[in-house]
């Protein structure tokens, strides 16, 4: 047996809000579909961010433990070259 589908609460909009929704609706898409999508978009968003954060808080947590610190120029110089790799290998394409 399936899960039961529920209800979100009606949401109010000013009317301009709900004209540019349904002028970007796509072919056979429903406000209500959108709508579903946006919260599930905003939910996983939510969560990755809450990740990022924890994974964060978990390696400041690590690094004052061992008193192991990376300066910041070398992560910047890290990311500035990788960023440069992946800016050639999409040129080169």
Do not use: C, N
């Not at 000013?14 to 349904?22: G, M, Q, S, V």
């Not at 978990?58 to 004052?64: D, H, K, L, Q, W």
């Not at 990376?70 to 992560?75: F, K």
């Amino acid at each position: 047996m399936g899960m039961k589908t529920a209800t979100f609460p009606p949401v109010r909009a000013a009317p301009e809000l709900r004209r540019k929704a349904e002028q970007v609706l796509r072919d056979g898409e429903s406000l209500s579909s959108f709508v579903e999508q946006a919260i599930q978009g905003a939910i996983e968003e939510r969560e990755v961010h809450a990740e990022f954060v924890r994974r964060g808080l978990a390696s400041g947590a690590a690094a004052r433990k061992s008193g192991r610190y990376v300066a910041s120029s070398v992560v910047l110089k890290k990311l500035e070259s990788r960023l440069g790799k992946a800016l050639r290998r999409r040129a080169a394409r």
